[in-house]
């Protein structure tokens, strides 16, 4: 798992996600999507209702991360 906030351009270790009922099942309906696609969805995103709040949760296999770009690749094999 790796959590990174893009506005500071860091990695975090712990969050506190707080989700509205409606987010939570937005976001587990998203997952499971992501997991039944074709291979190459390796990332969904949700929002909240205005769009000011968005989570992107991304699938990934440390074998093969060259899809991603460099700085996303760091943050899978170095966690910062």
């Known amino acids: 798992m790796r ?3 893009e506005t500071s351009d860091r990695t975090l270790e712990r969050i506190y996600l707080c989700l509205t009922r409606e987010e939570a ?3 587990r309906d998203s997952l499971a999507q992501m997991l039944c696609a074709r291979a190459d969805a390796t990332h969904t995103h949700v929002n909240d209702a205005d ?4 989570i992107t ?5 440390t074998a093969s991360i060259s ?5 996303f690749q760091k943050v899978i ?4």
């Open 25 to 27: 099942e937005e976001l």
């Open 57 to 61: 949760a991304c699938l990934y296999d």
């Open 51 to 54: 769009f000011s709040h968005e």
């Open 3 to 5: 959590i990174y906030d």
């Open 77 to 80: 094999r170095e966690d910062r």
């Open 67 to 71: 899809g991603f770009d460099d700085r």
